[in-house]
């Protein structure tokens, strides 16, 4: 048996959406932290990964971050992208760094925003004001809208309207913490089930929080082509959607490009 730095867990579920030899991509299901850490050191979707993958993860090495290019809030569900050799982590790494990579989620939010489409530009930076040690699950990192923050930009658009509720699109020009949580609530159409930022009523009106990432656009690593893949809206959230009146979202994904030999 070969050792790795993480431990695997085969009970970890996770679909995968896209594979071939130089990278992955996988749904996260909601409730799953993306990487061990305090009371979730084995029970991680990278332990589900080491599983799998487990030699290929290694090899990248704690340097590469063991392939994960980037991470979802354990409430959120949805696409991340994983890679698979040093080369890969190296080219998508930088296209994460230039903004290049196209990722798309879904929220159902409270009320409805002013204008059907927009960009969000307020700056965010991390928020050490407030004390939620008390909560069971430890100590959340928080975030705040701050002239003192770091540039975030989130561009939106409405895709259906109840009485309530709206169903959104929101895709990320940049990566910052809770980043579209907070931009959201910022112009009074917070998340519903957002139990950080979202008024009381509003975090107990979903299962969990209603944000889904739901589709990304890349250039393959190795082959230049164009990767879009698209994750359809989780079932744990459709009852919501029809409690709610709003039609589930759909997308048709392309053909993926072919596979990559080592």
């Known amino acids: 048996m070969p050792t790795f730095s993480v431990q695997p867990n085969d009970k970890v ?6 594979e071939d030899d130089a990278l992955v991509v996988v749904n996260k299901p909601p409730g799953t932290v993306t990487q061990p850490g305090l009371a979730h050191e084995d029970d991680s979707l990278l332990n589900g990964l ?5 030699p290929a993860l290694q090899n990248l090495g704690q340097s590469r971050d063991f392939g994960l ?6 409430a959120t569900s949805g696409i991340l992208i994983v890679a698979l050799r040093t080369d890969s982590y190296d080219n998508l790494r930088a296209q994460f760094e230039h903004h290049t990579i196209k990722k798309f989620y879904w929220a159902v939010v409270k009320g409805a925003p002013k204008e059907p489409k927009g960009v969000l530009r307020m700056p965010i930076a991390e928020d050490h004001t407030r004390d939620l040690s008390h909560r069971p699950t430890g100590k959340p990192r928080l975030a705040r809208i701050s002239r003192a923050g770091k540039p975030a930009i ?4 409405v895709l259906e309207t109840s009485r309530v509720a709206s ?8 990566g910052r913490l809770h980043q579209i949580r907070v931009h959201l609530n910022a112009i009074g159409c917070p998340v519903l089930g957002d139990d950080l930022y979202a008024p009381p009523g509003v975090r107990d009106a979903a299962p969990r929080l209603a944000l889904h990432s739901h589709r990304v656009v890349f250039d393959h690593p190795l082959t230049g082509a164009t990767v879009d893949v698209h994750s359809p809206w ?7 959607l029809k409690k709610l009146g709003l039609s589930k979202p759909v997308a048709d994904p392309p053909a993926p490009p072919p596979r990559v030999a080592r």
């Open 154 to 157: 989130t561009a939106y658009r």
């Open 234 to 240: 989780p079932g744990d959230l459709k009852g919501l």
């Open 69 to 74: 290019l980037h991470r979802l809030d354990r």
């Open 13 to 18: 579920t996770f679909k995968i959406l896209f």
């Open 50 to 54: 080491f599983a799998r993958f487990g």
């Open 167 to 174: 169903l959104v699109e929101c895709r990320l020009l940049t």
